[in-house]
């Protein structure tokens, strides 16, 4: 167990959130923790501290028994899942921001924390500096929650603003995110909506209490946004965001998915641009609240780890209440009102698929539907039409 005032830590990862994390320590002075060892991969790369703060060798932390604390920051999941594992079988405290490596170890996760009686804690896995996972583990902890809907993954948004907002194509807009390095190299995690998918899974967990695997959540990501789909955000006064968006469906459902979606200026989420995420709760008792914050970056990220840190301190862990009142299932059974355009010729099959159609429209740069849908008729028309279409719901 963690004894306040007594935090030794050691560190996996020292990117841009690792070295974000160790100067927002060293600009905290009333915090008292200390980064014992550093494990890193490369031996080549450059780095701004001494050589002795580092290793190669994970089992330098941990076997170190005066390090209680392991903060894990690497990208690779599964590496980071041996190291988290491994870390709590040796009874330390674990922090990390690996939103992939959670959702698709959760259930394991939660064994581990009470076979071994640690705390994990995750909070900059979700929103960087929005402290999401906190207020629904706390505030929302008796206020049933109807809906969670957020801007959750920065590179996306950044690059979605730049195609409404500036009438950058969507190739340009990428390369800019690329250059800026809001965006990989390779950025098909965030662009086909898979890190905002890993981060709803987590966020189902505390805000429902429904444990769910990554691939029974629908994700469709931004990539086939194209000019017509921007001209008709613009026309109609809308802004296109990657929404995460979970609503409950009785008393023990939940109908959860990825999708870009047009945004009316009436909207919330309607003013958050750039790399900034948000997330708005909607509750049984107290209405809607709307939390908004930086969604990528060293200091932003880092400051959610010192965060976790900081509760451990105070012998903070997860209590998973919601887990606890009851367990709350994925379901399919809902209709969603979506905006379709293709360019085959499958008009007849396209139109059965719909329960209902408000609006058409065919000419020379394609054609398409604004409709109602059966949820569970989305794949189906996605396998239809193969890569020649785009689907954005509609808010």
């Known amino acids: 167990?963690?004894?306040?005032?007594?935090?030794?830590?050691?560190?996996?990862?020292?990117?841009?959130?690792?070295?974000?994390?160790?100067?927002?320590?060293?600009?905290?002075?009333?915090?008292?923790?200390?980064?014992?060892?550093?494990?890193?991969?490369?031996?080549?790369?450059?780095?701004?501290?001494?050589?002795?703060?580092?290793?190669?060798?994970?089992?330098?932390i941990l076997n170190d028994n005066s390090i209680n604390v392991v903060v894990e920051l690497i990208d690779d999941a599964n590496a980071a899942w041996e190291i988290v594992s491994e870390a709590m079988k040796k009874g330390k405290a674990v922090v990390s921001a690996n939103k992939k490596m959670i959702a698709e170890h959760f259930e394991e996760l939660l064994q581990l924390q009470k076979q071994y009686d640690v705390p994990f804690l995750y909070e900059a896995s979700c929103c960087a500096s929005i402290p999401i996972i906190r207020n629904l583990e706390e505030y929302y902890d008796n206020d049933m929650l109807k809906q969670l809907?957020?801007?959750?993954?920065?590179?996306?948004?950044?690059?979605?603003?730049?195609?409404?907002?500036?009438?950058?194509?969507?190739?340009?807009?990428?390369?800019?995110?690329?250059?800026?390095?809001?965006?990989?190299?390779?950025?098909?995690?965030?662009?086909?909506?898979?890190?905002?998918?890993?981060?709803?899974?987590?966020?189902?967990?505390?805000?429902?209490?429904?444990?769910?695997?990554?691939?029974?959540?629908?994700?469709?990501?931004?990539?086939?946004?194209?000019?017509?789909?921007?001209?008709?955000?613009?026309?109609?006064?809308?802004?296109?965001?990657?929404?995460?968006?979970?609503?409950?469906?009785?008393?023990?459902?939940?109908?959860?998915?990825?999708?870009?979606?047009?945004?009316?200026?009436?909207?919330?989420?309607?003013?958050?641009?750039?790399?900034f995420n948000g997330v708005i709760t909607e509750t049984a008792f107290a209405d809607k609240q709307v939390f908004v914050g930086r969604g990528a970056g060293s200091y932003p990220t880092a400051s959610a780890v010192l965060s976790?840190?900081?509760?451990?301190?105070?012998?903070?862990?997860?209590?998973?209440?919601?887990?606890?009142?009851?367990?709350?299932?994925?379901?399919?059974?809902?209709?969603?009102d979506i905006y379709l355009r293709w360019d085959g010729n499958e008009t007849s099959t396209v139109k059965t698929l719909f329960s209902d159609i408000h609006e058409q429209f065919t000419g020379k740069t394609g054609r398409y539907i604004n409709g109602t849908i059966k949820f569970e008729n989305i794949t189906p028309l996605k396998n239809l039409?193969?890569?020649?279409?785009?689907?954005?719901?509609?808010?």
């Open 1 to 60: 167990m963690v004894e306040r005032q007594k935090i030794k830590i050691g560190l996996f990862g020292f990117g841009c959130v690792g070295t974000g994390l160790y100067e927002v320590l060293s600009k905290t002075p009333g915090f008292k923790a200390d980064i014992v060892k550093i494990c890193v991969k490369s031996r080549n790369k450059q780095r701004s501290l001494a050589a002795e703060y580092f290793t190669y060798n994970k089992e330098d």
């Open 149 to 275: 809907t957020g801007i959750v993954n920065g590179s996306t948004n950044f690059i979605l603003t730049s195609c409404t907002g500036q009438g950058k194509p969507y190739v340009e807009a990428l390369k800019n995110a690329q250059e800026l390095g809001y965006a990989e190299s390779n950025p098909a995690l965030d662009v086909e909506g898979f890190d905002a998918k890993y981060k709803l899974v987590i966020l189902l967990a505390h805000a429902f209490g429904a444990v769910v695997k990554p691939e029974d959540v629908f994700n469709e990501g931004i990539t086939r946004i194209g000019e017509q789909e921007i001209k008709y955000a613009r026309e109609k006064g809308y802004k296109i965001k990657l929404l995460a968006k979970a609503v409950r469906n009785g008393e023990n459902g939940v109908n959860a998915y990825v999708m870009p979606a047009f945004v009316p200026a009436s909207h919330q989420l309607y003013n958050i641009d750039d790399v």
């Open 308 to 336: 976790d840190i900081s509760a451990l301190t105070y012998l903070y862990r997860y209590e998973f209440k919601k887990l606890q009142q009851s367990q709350t299932e994925l379901s399919n059974d809902f209709d969603l």
């Open 385 to 395: 039409l193969q890569d020649n279409y785009s689907i954005v719901a509609l808010n």
